[in-house]
Nanobody, 128 residues
Framework: QVQLVESGGGLVQAGGSLRLSCAAS????????MGWFRQAPGKERESVAA?????????YYTDSVKGRFTIFRDYAKNTVYLQMNSLKPEDTAVYYC????????????????????WGQGTQVTVSS
């Protein structure tokens, strides 16, 4: 089993930055593709970013966050991060960390049903 615990959410003004962290425990996550989803009130859950298990090999970003968000991981700390800059009110949502085992080191899952493990979520609120 893998447990994912998110942190780093909060309230920030538009244009500000936040860094979300997701600490994984339960087993080594060296072969786990990781990602972030978000869900705003009244909206469908959407994929925000993903990173393959081999660091630096492949990343994915949804169009609305390209150039503003960066996903990266620290294997020594079993942690994946989402650096969010130039935040907008439309980024307001609960953000979820996700993970799945993968043999393919370029695999960056984009759909919720591709992931096995989910964190409990952390709230991000961007005020205008």
């Amino acid at each position: 089993q893998v447990q994912l615990v998110e942190s780093g959410g909060g309230l920030v003004q538009a244009g500000g930055s936040l860094r979300l962290s997701c600490a994984a425990s339960g087993r080594t996550f060296s072969r786990f593709a990781m990602g972030w989803f978000r869900q705003a009130p009244g909206k469908e859950r959407e994929s925000v970013a993903a990173i393959s298990w081999r660091s630096g090999s492949s990343t994915y970003y949804t169009d609305s966050v390209k150039g503003r968000f960066t996903i990266f991981r620290d294997y020594a700390k079993n942690t994946v991060y989402l650096q969010m800059n130039s935040l907008k009110p439309e980024d307001t949502a609960v953000y979820y960390c996700v993970a799945r085992y993968s043999e393919d080191y370029y695999y960056t899952p984009k759909h919720s049903d591709e992931y096995t493990y989910w964190g409990q979520g952390t709230q991000v609120t961007v005020s205008s």
